[in-house]
Nanobody, 130 residues
Framework: QVQPVESGGNSVQAGGSLRLSCAAS????????LAWFRQAPGSERVGVAG????????FYAHFVKGRFTISHDSAKNTLYLQMNSLEPEDTAMYYC???????????????????????WGQGTQVTVSS
């Protein structure tokens, strides 16, 4: 199956906005969970936001709540991440990934653990300057 392909990364100033896209043809089935992750140099990959294609569930990491919005367009097989009020701490490579079988409820929350997800894209770079 074709890997997801991310795009939309760029360099912006603090307070700016970006919208990331992930072309994920073949992955838009109702029993899949799609998510965005990010990884800064020298740091572990962490979950940013997730969405269940079987319903309307969306979930976010605490550090992006209220600033980022995950959405999808099934007709275009595309996942989005709208990022507003960007901060220098948001600088990272951003990846989209897929979990077959739906989003997982883990320890009282929807899981954004990278180990839960397969079918990763190559990433798109976001750089936020102060």
């Amino acid at each position: 199956q074709v890997q997801p392909v991310e795009s939309g990364g760029n360099s912006v100033q603090a307070g700016g906005s970006l919208r990331l896209s992930c072309a994920a043809s073949g992955y838009f089935t109702n029993n899949n969970c799609l998510a965005w992750f990010r990884q800064a140099p020298g740091s572990e990959r962490v979950g940013v936001a997730g969405i269940s294609l079987s319903g309307i569930t969306t979930f976010y990491a605490h550090f992006v709540k209220g600033r980022f919005t995950i959405s999808h367009d099934s007709a275009k097989n595309t996942l989005y991440l709208q990022m507003n009020s960007l901060e220098p701490e948001d600088t990272a490579m951003y990846y989209c990934a897929v979990r077959r079988g739906g989003c997982r409820w883990y320890e009282g929350a929807w899981s954004l653990r990278p180990i839960e997800f397969t079918s990763w894209g190559q990433g798109t770079q976001v750089t936020v300057s102060s």
